[in-house]
Nanobody
Framework: QVQLVESGGGLVQAGGSLRLSCAASGRTFSTYLMGWFRQAPGKEREFVAAISWSGSRIHYADSVKGRFTISRSNNNNTVYLQMNNLKPEDAADYYC???????????????WGQGTQVTVSS
């Protein structure tokens, strides 16, 4: 089992920044990739970014490239998502998840956090 706890969501004006954190505990050695997904009301969950624990593999959705940066700290098993130049369309519930595979497909992620809400005002 892997436990994931997100934090850092909130309300920000368009053009502003937020940093999300996801702390992992439990059998993290069995995982390869930690990712961020988001889901807005009435929409399907979509991939945002992912990083391997080694840092050798990083993926971004086209919609966030150049604005979001994913990073990790192996010291405390935490992954961060720095979100800059936020847009109203970035508003959603953000979830972190872990996968044993190098994938951006939500179905291939095995454990999920409870989510943190990001609201962007225009």
């Amino acid at each position: 089992q892997v436990q994931l706890v997100e934090s850092g969501g909130g309300l920000v004006q368009a053009g502003g920044s937020l940093r999300l954190s996801c702390a992992a505990s439990g059998r993290t050695f069995s995982t390869y990739l930690m990712g961020w997904f988001r889901q807005a009301p009435g929409k399907e969950r979509e991939f945002v970014a992912a990083i391997s624990w080694s840092g050798s593999r990083i993926h971004y959705a086209d919609s966030v490239k150049g604005r979001f940066t994913i990073s990790r700290s192996n010291n405390n098993n935490t992954v961060y998502l720095q979100m800059n130049n936020l847009k109203p369309e970035d508003a959603a519930d953000y979830y972190c998840a872990v996968s044993a595979r190098d994938s951006v497909v939500a179905d291939l992620y095995d454990y999920w956090g409870q989510g943190t809400q990001v609201t962007v005002s225009s």
